[in-house]
């Protein structure tokens, strides 16, 4: 990862207006940012169920699909605690190993790789012996010994990932020295009251079980459902293979909302928490047969439009009382990450929950997608920037549209991410911006603009997606896995003033 170097974009001269301009000053800044607030905040959520549709994501009275396994615990079950308390036992509370490291696997890795593995993690790292077992991705070495390799990794397999808190230098440095020493055992008990502590995994990612998180933390009953579940049944779940690593599993359904129904708050349903590592729901046009489910769906869609997503650490959405989300596209899918090494009684019916009103609310908002459609990624490239302007988000050219969240998307090779909001030569602040290194492919989801922005006709949107490609070829755009995107899906109101597509190609 380079940092500070002047790059031009290359290419694509005859269409895009801004090609060649230097873009330094465009690079997402390292450790702040906006787009650290996931998701809209809370408040708000009168609803009127609508009990529509007759599409088998309608969920009507309730959730299609009961409660989960007892194994798995539904989403906000207290049965499983969050953080570092997974598992450890009274008594034996450093799990066998040196303090420190304990410490550092307590906050930064047991919120997943607990005594019941959660997100799709495929070992405890708990007690001593589960570091010292063979590893399930390369059964030769030790599970500490790729330990050691995935702390250090600077691409996508970096552990923790890179959607959750960051180890700090002298938690790594921690880990390091009980590496270099043959990750030996501990000599004698820990407090478990030092960093990181059993309680609560103290800025690390939580477990599936987060409080607030849910459908049952929203302030409305939701009236429809999308959520996975076994080939031709809305009531049963999903059987999820095991092994099955890095499985995409698409659901496919017709809008099960009744025209000019909106959203007002929306939840994450996490059911089969073992195995679930993150999902996102698309909205398009592209017809789709309701009840089905498409294997290997990496990549969705050309146009599919980012509706909802989770991954760890992901917050209900609530819109304020006076914003409503029209949802009018007319087929949606559920696209679901699993990876299961362990469970063979893996069955999930993840997904998300809406709340939904049939009486529109005074700002109705919508989804525009800005980004860049047609760009080349060069062989060997660290950190390559790609932007586009999109500089008529109002179709009018008179109305102000302000923007309630942005939805960042790319593909395997992203590394950071910014939309500036430009006034003339005014800088009014990034609606987007996640810092260089820290793109996740697995941790999309919505990030709330607050204060709300508003946008008026003449401002500029500048969106600048980074990308490293190792690869010994150039790397597109394009629907494939092996392609990239660069698009920001941004929820504005009144959408009805709005460009759906605000590129400067279109
Ligand atoms: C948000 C959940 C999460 C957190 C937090 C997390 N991991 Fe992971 N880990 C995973 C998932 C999912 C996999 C399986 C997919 C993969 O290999 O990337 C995994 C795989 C691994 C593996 C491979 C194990 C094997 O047997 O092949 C190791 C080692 C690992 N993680 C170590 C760590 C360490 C060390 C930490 C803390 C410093 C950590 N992880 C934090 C989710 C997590």
Redesign the pocket.
Known sequence: MQRGVIRFVMGLPLLVGCAGEIISDARPSTGTGGAGVPSPGASGGATLPSGSGGALATGGAGPPIGPSSPAAGSGGSPARGSGGSLGSEPGSSSGGFPCDVDA??RS??????GAV???????P?VTYGDTQA?????PTMS??Q??K???HSTT??V???R??PA?TSA?LAS?DAWFAAGAPAGTKACGTSGAGGASGGAG??RGISTPGVGPESLPCKPTHYFRAHAEGSASAKYPVPNPS??SYICFNFKSPFAPGEQATAWAPITDDARVI?HWILYGTNAPLTDGTITNGCEITTLLATHVAGWA??GENAVFDPDVGLSLEYPYYQLQVHY?N?RYNDAADASGVAFCSTTTPRQNTAGIVVVGNMLFSIPSNANDYPVNNSCTNLSADGKTPLTVVDTSPHMHLLGTGFRTQHMRGSMDLGDLSNIPLGTWSFDGQKAYAVSPRRQVLPGDTLRTTCYYDNPNPNAVNFGPKTSDEMCFNFLTVYPYAAANKTCMSLF
Do not use: F, I, Y
Not at 108 to 113: G, V
Not at 117 to 123: C, E, I, Q, R, T
Not at 134 to 138: K, N, R
């Open positions: 550092v696997l930064k890795c047991q919120s997943c790789h593995p959660l997100n799709g993690a495929p070992v790292l063979p590893a399930v991705s390369s599970v500490w790729v330990m390799t995935r702390v996508m397999s552990m923790p990932p959607n959750q180890l938690e880990l690390g990612a690593q890095d590592h760890p650490g990876n090494q």
